[in-house]
């Protein structure tokens, strides 16, 4: 009877064991693509430069506070070009491709990066001003920037021209439209990056190699050939729609919490002549 008990009682432990096998891998929290999208091929290991930063790898906002200088692509100076990239924001929201590939940037935000900031989630040397603690709060950051960007002059007057010419980071890190300066303006641009590399102590491995773009989106998967092929045909579709001139007006500083919601603080201006 005894050894009955210890068998049945063995069984029924091997048998819970089992159960509790399963279900730990069952509950264990993480993302098959295999199983809700019907592109399965894609490589999950790693993800674009945006992940996990700016978004998850499900396009979820995440919080990314830092600050920034940039031209508004405003929808009163630019009505054409801005009614082309609504069209085309149109497409790619509709797209099957749309929450799973990528995750679209609101209209609202649509800008011209002229300087890359400083960004709380990156303290080093070159990101993050020498001039203040590795400690400082990004608020800290935010204040000091604003009292020298008060008195900076500008001392290039907008409009800024540039050329848009194609899509480019398909495969990276977004969707961007490449664009160039006039070849006056770049002048103008690089000598204003120089100046406010200077004043805000801060100074990016790209500054002299920086291309400027409008970012319309931000990858959560690294593309196979098919879907990159996918992509770019949808792309094409607008490329002659959208107006090849822009002009942008004075830039602005700004403090962010997030990728979607930018918090105008001041415009960048030229004084007045005495």
């Given at each position: ?69 940039i ?5 009163f100076?630019q ?45 080093e ?70 100046r ?45 729609a ?16 997030d ?12 004084p007045?002549?005495?």
């Open positions: 009877m005894g050894l009955r008990r210890n068998v049945t009682a063995g069984i029924a432990l091997v048998l819970l064991l089992s159960f509790v096998s399963k279900f730990s891998q069952f509950r264990t929290p993480t993302f098959d693509a295999s199983k809700t999208t019907p592109h399965p091929s894609v490589d999950l290991v790693r993800y674009p430069s945006g992940i996990p930063h700016k978004f998850d790898s499900q396009g979820n906002i995440q919080p990314f506070r830092g600050n920034t200088i031209a508004f692509l405003y929808r100076s009505a054409r070009f801005h009614q082309q990239l609504v069209d085309l924001y149109v497409k790619l929201d509709a797209s099957h491709m749309n929450n799973y590939l990528y995750v679209l940037l609101p209209p609202s935000t649509w800008h011209v990066t002229f300087f890359e900031g400083v960004y709380d989630k990156i303290r040397p070159g990101r993050w001003p020498d001039d203040l603690s590795i400690d400082a709060t990004m608020q800290e950051c935010n204040s000091l920037y604003t009292n020298k960007l008060s008195s900076f002059d500008l001392q290039t007057d907008p409009p800024y021209h540039f050329t848009f010419t194609n899509f480019a980071t398909l495969n990276r890190s977004g969707i961007s439209l490449h664009l160039e300066p006039s070849a006056e303006d770049n002048v103008k641009l690089r000598s204003l990056r120089d406010l590399s200077t004043l805000l102590h801060i100074r990016a491995k790209d500054h002299d190699k920086y291309e400027f773009h409008l970012t319309l989106a931000y990858m959560l998967r690294y593309l196979t050939a098919e879907q990159q092929q996918e992509l770019e045909n949808l792309l094409a579709s607008s490329l002659q959208i107006p090849k001139e822009l002009k942008l007006h004075a830039p602005e500083f700004c403090t962010f919490e990728i979607t919601t930018f918090r105008q603080v001041l415009h960048l201006r030229t007045p002549a005495l």
